[in-house]
Structure formats: structure tokens, C-alpha cells
């Protein structure tokens, strides 16, 4: 588990730095961003989907850390994603001020 949860974080370390450019100044306006991301390998069964909840919860408080205030947070699924088709895609819509 460990393993995993390191480099799940990893990868969301590299989605951040990468989004970070397209995070809008700090006007107290409100913005959004929209992250895409999969499910986890084998997620037929009920149970937390870590890949996701990890990688997702880096780039949240790493926005706050860097002083964004998250509003709301929605997703849509996507079924059948993924190079053999047994994924689920993640798209994000993240509020922010």
C-alpha cells in the first residue's frame, strides 16, 4: 500500500506542478480548473479508490497551501477508459477563489 500511495502521490506532485500555470492569480475572483484523471487498476470491488482519493487530495491541499480557497469540487465518470477499456475516467472541476 505504501508503495502505491508514494507514487500516486508522485504523479500528483508532477499533475500539480504542471496545472500550476494555468491557476489564476489570486483576485478574488472566482476560477475553475479541470484535472482528468483514471481509476485504479481493479476497481470492481466496493472499496475506496485510493489512486484517485490520493492524487486528488495532494492537488487540494497543495492549492490551499499555496493559498487558494477550494469552493466545490464535481466530477463526471466516464466507464470503459483506459487502453484495455476496464478504467474509469475522472473529470474534475475544481472552484476556486
Same mark, same amino acid.
Given at each position: 500500500?505504501?508503495?502505491?500511495?508514494?507514487?500516486q502521490?508522485?504523479?500528483?506532485?508532477?499533475?500539480?506542478?504542471?496545472?500550476?500555470?494555468?491557476?489564476?492569480?489570486?483576485?478574488? *475572483?472566482?476560477?475553475?480548473?479541470?484535472?482528468?484523471?483514471?481509476?485504479?487498476?481493479?476497481?470492481q470491488?466496493?472499496?475506496?479508490?485510493?489512486?484517485?482519493?490520493?492524487?486528488?487530495?495532494?492537488? *487540494?491541499?497543495?492549492?490551499?497551501?499555496?493559498?487558494?480557497?477550494? *469552493?466545490?469540487?464535481?466530477?463526471?465518470?466516464?466507464?470503459?477508459?483506459?487502453?484495455?477499456?476496464?478504467?474509469?475516467?475522472?473529470?474534475?472541476?475544481? *472552484?476556486?477563489?
Amino acid at each position: 500500500m505504501g508503495f502505491f500511495s508514494s507514487s500516486q502521490k508522485g504523479a500528483a506532485e508532477g499533475t500539480y506542478s504542471r496545472m500550476k500555470p494555468y491557476l489564476a492569480k489570486k483576485d478574488g *475572483l472566482k476560477h475553475i480548473i479541470m484535472v482528468n484523471s483514471f481509476s485504479k487498476l481493479g476497481n470492481q470491488t466496493f472499496d475506496c479508490d485510493s489512486k484517485y482519493t490520493t492524487e486528488l487530495d495532494f492537488i *487540494l491541499s497543495a492549492m490551499q497551501v499555496d493559498g487558494y480557497e477550494i *469552493l466545490d469540487v464535481k466530477f463526471n465518470s466516464i466507464t470503459g477508459q483506459g487502453i484495455t477499456g476496464n478504467r474509469t475516467g475522472f473529470n474534475t472541476v475544481i *472552484l476556486y477563489q
